[in-house]
């Protein structure tokens, strides 16, 4: 090699790799060609060692006697400075030609290092021809995933039956798309379910025992007491089907129409709990009825309040929107709708601004203005928009003549779903539960796992059938590039390294340096040859 062109860099800088606890040598480095100086190695032809490294190679002798006991220690600190170094230098994957393998070679490096050049940006782009045992394995390559429903085109051309497979595959997919398709529409039907407006019919009464005893009877007998009960029933055709002996049909339960109901009592007879609450929200489980058992022998009159579950919330509206309109009671967005149709059907949308619409004397005693636009009803309509009001009933609690006693009903609008909404949930249901379609499918994917293999096994055999030599040298040289990428040595250029070139990089001249320092101490070790 020739250095005479090569500018001194490293005066006074430390190594990269240090070993713990070891005092970098800061000794300026002459890199020009000097004739031989004293107790120094002469190499012809390439350089020659300056007086520090003179040194550094006779203190290599001088330790090695000692090194033996330390050398495995040494290593693992050494490996982990390497660590460090790489993770800061950003020369990951590329081991330093410091590294060496603990064995009958390995000795403890001295104190004194000879100076090192810094790592230049070259490191990254020139891979370094001294590798040791030190390797990071090559990120795995991405294998091409083949389809597990598809049949290799080569098996498809043998066997004309993969056609009939194919379009069995085909139809498969129209029936999944479709399937997919009825689903999503069920389940958004199911979020805003259509309904119809039925009849419920909610029944208020009482059963009482043990009432009117002597005192004898009280004193062998329970104490006097009665049940409040409240029941409802959905009307078909106007009757009640359980009275009229007809099957009823399945609707919700009767709780489910009720998001609050509130029992109060005679406080004067039940101090201490004459407030009785049930409230949906707490109660997930659905009830056809409730009952109320308290002991007594005294008549009292018990008030019931219930605040109905409209799904969505229903309004009263205000006596001015109500007789545009023409209705008293609806949800908002159905009130919404009415106005949009109230302004659609008069024709009182602006044509220069479809946003705004004219407001005629009825909407303008609504409203209170003459124009307005269309986003603002919404929040115009807020006023005169009320909850609906709870109903209130009394029930007077008698302990005497016929059980049940008192039975009076009340009939309320309800809205019920249609029954076609329960065999829409079922039907989803089914669908995530159909295991014979999955087990069919994990089969079918089996069968085409092992066409597959069968198929690369064939494509082997016949490769090798037809040349065998040509197969198997491309097959060793696959395996060799593959091998060479997991060994971190793909990025090695075999034709850069017999140029001249290659060698005037930075990093040459202390790769040698310090390889010749592991082979003198190598050599100096006891029973190296």
């Known amino acids: 090699m020739n250095n005479n062109n090569t500018a001194s860099k490293n005066a006074g800088v430390t190594p990269p790799f ?30 020659q060692l300056s007086e520090p490294q003179v040194q550094v190679l006779a203190q290599a002798q001088y330790v090695q006697a000692h090194a033996q006991a330390q050398a495995q220690a040494a290593h693992s600190q050494f490996q982990a400075q390497v660590q460090s170094q790489t993770a800061n230098t950003g020369n990951v994957g590329v081991p330093s030609p ?62 004309p039956e993969c056609a009939l497979y194919a379009r069995l595959l085909e139809l498969e997919e129209r029936v999944d798309a479709t399937l997919t398709r009825k689903k ?82 005679d406080a004067s007879l039940y101090p201490d709990n004459h407030v009785i609450l049930w409230e949906s929200p707490r109660s997930p489980v659905l009830h056809e009825g409730f009952e109320v058992k308290r002991k007594g022998d005294k008549e009292s009159t018990a008030r019931i309040k219930l605040e109905m579950n409209y799904i969505p919330e229903r309004y009263k509206l205000s006596s001015d929107l109500a007789e545009v309109l023409g209705i008293e009671v609806d949800s908002r967005p159905r009130v919404l709708a009415a106005v949009w149709h109230y302004v659609k059907s008069r024709k009182l949308q602006n044509h220069e601004d479809n946003s705004f ?95 597959h293999e069968h198929c690369r096994r064939r494509a082997f055999l016949i490769g090798f059938s037809q040349s065998p030599g040509e197969f198997i040298n491309a097959l060793i040289a696959s395996q060799s590039k593959d091998l060479k990428l997991f060994a971190g040595d793909a990025s090695r250029n075999a034709e850069k390294e017999r140029h001249s070139d290659f060698y005037n990089h930075p990093w040459v001249e202390d790769a040698v340096i310090r390889y010749l320092n592991r082979k003198s101490a190598g050599s100096d070790a006891p029973g190296a040859s």
């Open 18 to 47: 240090v070993h713990s606890g070891t005092v970098p040598q800061t000794t300026p480095m002459n890199h020009q060609t000097q004739p031989q100086t004293q107790g120094g190695s002469h190499f012809p032809g390439h350089f």
């Open 98 to 159: 410091l590294v060496s393998t603990p064995g009958a070679g390995s000795v403890k490096r001295t104190t004194q290092k000879p100076p090192s050049k810094p790592s230049s940006s070259s490191n990254n782009n020139v891979a370094s021809s001294f590798k040791t045992m030190e390797l990071t394995p090559a990120a795995r390559r991405k294998k091409r995933k083949l389809p597990e429903t598809q049949i290799p085109e080569k098996v498809a051309a043998v066997l």
């Open 184 to 265: 999503i529409d069920i389940q958004q039907s199911l979020k805003n379910p259509p309904c119809v407006q039925r009849t419920l019919r909610i029944y208020v009464f009482n059963t009482f025992s043990n009432q009117g005893q002597t005192d004898t009877d009280k004193n062998n007998a329970e104490a006097p007491s009665w049940s409040l009960k409240i029941v409802g029933r959905i009307l078909e055709g106007g009757k009640d089907p359980v009275l009229a002996g007809k099957e009823q049909k399945s609707y919700p339960k009767f709780s489910s129409f009720f998001k609050k109901i509130t029992i109060y009592l």
């Open 357 to 451: 619409f004219v407001c005629d004397p009825p909407l303008q005693k609504v409203f209170g203005e003459e124009k307005m636009k269309f986003s603002m009803v919404s929040r115009k309509i807020t006023q005169h928009l009320t909850p609906l009001q709870p109903i209130y009933l009394e029930h007077r609690i008698k302990l005497s003549g016929n059980c049940p006693a008192g039975s009076t009903c009340y009939d309320v609008q309800v809205d019920v779903p249609f029954p076609l909404e329960k065999e829409k949930s079922a039907f989803l249901a089914n669908m995530e539960k159909d295991t014979d379609i999955d087990a069919c499918d994990e089969i079918i994917c089996t069968a085409i796992k092992k066409i």
